[in-house]
């Protein structure tokens, strides 16, 4: 494995950044839309209803939950969605493996780009939160550098089912099977603790995205700091082991 | 003259289907080599294995004198490959897709630089240079493919039908710039199933069907062992068939009409006048694709 990567994956990755930057106006404006859009009309609209939760207004609650559903989302579908169309009908991974860019290096160099798209992500929306007051400072600007780390994550996981999926339409099992739960059980709209104690530690244990938003969380909220270094241990682990997990599926999908 | 690629029993199976059954085949360096062959012969399958995209199955193969299982990164360096499907990056233009495909292999900015404008003037793309690669016409992006393949002075070119789907202009053009990179002294592989191509470009080649050679040699050398230098062509009327049954000559039948080879036409042609009275008859020179369909058949393929 040692051998096969190397640092060209970041040629991949800047392929990705060049292409991305042609169409940036497109790319931009709508990831930072999105999320000001649930932060009025949950954080100002249903917030309305609801008294302080954990001592804290429902909009600071639900703000680091916005940032980490954005991150997850941009590297998870830039992996699938966009790994699978340069994949699949681009035929962009056959024209680098045929350099001496490995197929480990080109998905690595997916990977690499997937996390640098929740990296932007964040880079967007967290001068939104900045800018509504929901967010603790400086505390918060380390959630820069954790979107780059959860993008590994999800970006990972994206690619091991871009690697799995038999066509693009199968996208669809992730994302609603998936994604959808995640982002609606992850303790991002309602604390985890109102879910029965079995489903708690079952959302603890597998689902990425909690332990995303309870280090989001602690970071905006400046408490909660039990859950920041379980979160960070537990995607410390998840997401190498994901990640060397999406190389070998990959490979074993594209090398015949 | 030095090998540069041997391939001994070389094999490729998926699953339970061999699509390259022991192939053996070498090339010398500077010379042109072809895999002439219907669709699904395995022309494909053999060329990933030599641009060490694919992992052969069975049988031996060296490229530069290296091996494709272990030392495929040190290969692909010294190879230009031009795929059989367009896989340019269709949202960057013509020379951002050199740029970028610089880089995979490490070239050095100015170098690649330089060598950039060089190429894409070699290949007549100077003017389309910062199109788009969606807005490009299909011998502009095979064009731009094979410059693509050489941004790393590759010292062999393989290309798997280099001008298939691509108008006369267009394909001559490809022609050309081939054989001014042979004269550079760069070794051309290339699969193809025009006849044409293959005679024109072709040092050697060998005909492959069912993911097996069928005979190898120049292109002179397949038709005399083959065929023969000539082949006369008349009408298959019952009168020819039996006159040509006679002299006991052999033939081939092909539609409406019937093919002898033969090394003296004007005798034939005397013998057949004579015999059969007024008849439709001609003689020309073999071609390639004679001995291409005599050996793979006529059947359609796919
Ligand atoms: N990845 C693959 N899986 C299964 N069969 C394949 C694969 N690639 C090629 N084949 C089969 O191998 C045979 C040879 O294909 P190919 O090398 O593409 O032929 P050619 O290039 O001469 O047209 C064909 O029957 C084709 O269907
Ligand atoms: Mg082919």
Known sequence: MKRQLSSLAWAVWQRNLDVFSKTWQVNLIPP????????????????????????????????????????????????????????????????????????????????????????????????????????????????????????????????????????????NYPAFLFITPMFLFSGTFFPLDLLPPPLQAAAL?????????????????????????????????????????ALRLMKRRLIV | MREVIRAENLEKRFGDFAAVKGVT???????????????????????????????????????????????????????GVVPQEDNLDPELTGYENLRT?????????????????????????EKKKDVIIEHLSGGMKRRLVLARALVNDPRILVLDEPTTGLDPQARHLIWDQLQGLQAEGRTIVLTT?????????????????????LIEGSPADLIDQTIGRQVLEAEAVP????????HGLRYDLVGRSVLVPTDDPAQMTGTLLHECGSIKLATRPTTLEDVFLKLTGRRLRE
């Open chain 2, 101 to 125: 495909y610089a880089r995979y292999f490490g070239v050095a900015k100015d170098v690649a630089e330089e060598r950039i404008a060089r190429l894409l003037a070699f290949v007549e793309m």
């Open chain 1, 32 to 171: 930072a839309i999105e999320p000001v859009l649930y932060l009025l009309a949950l954080g100002f609209g249903v917030g309305a209803f609801i008294t302080d939760i954990e001592g804290v207004p429902y909009i600071r609650f639900i703000a680091p939950a916005l940032f980490a559903v954005s991150v997850m989302n941009a590297s998870f579908f830039e992996c699938t969605y966009g790994s699978y169309v340069r994949m699949y009908y681009q035929k962009t991974f056959d024209a680098i493996v045929a350099t001496p860019v490995t197929i480990e290096e080109v998905i690595a160099g997916e990977i690499l780009w997937g996390a640098t798209r929740s990296l932007i992500s964040a880079g967007i929306i967290l001068p939104v939160l900045v800018l509504f007051g929901v967010v603790d400072l400086p505390g918060s600007l380390l959630l820069v550098p954790f979107a780059f780390a959860a993008g590994l994550l999800f970006a990972s996981i994206g690619m091991c089912f871009t690697a799995v999926i038999p066509n693009i339409e199968s996208i």
């Open chain 2, 239 to 246: 009168a020819v068939l039996s006159c040509l049954d006679r």
């Open chain 2, 25 to 79: 085949f070498s090339v010398a360096e500077g010379e042109a080599f072809g895999f002439l062959g219907p669709n699904g012969a395995g022309k494909t399958t053999t060329m990933r294995m030599v641009q060490c995209v694919s992992p052969r199955s069975g049988g031996h193969l060296e490229v530069l004198g290296m091996d494709p299982a272990t030392d495929a990164r040190e290969i692909k360096a010294l190879l």
């Open chain 1, 205 to 245: 244990a597998v689902l990425p995205l909690a332990h995303v938003v309870n280090v989001a969380r602690a970071l905006t909220l400046s408490t909660g700091w039990g859950f920041l270094l379980l979160g960070l241990l537990w995607i410390g682990i998840a997401a190498p082991i994901l990640f060397f997990f």
């Open chain 2, 193 to 213: 199933h025009y006849m044409e191509e293959a005679e024109r470009l072709c040092d050697r080649l060998v005909i492959m069907d069912h993911g097996g050679v």
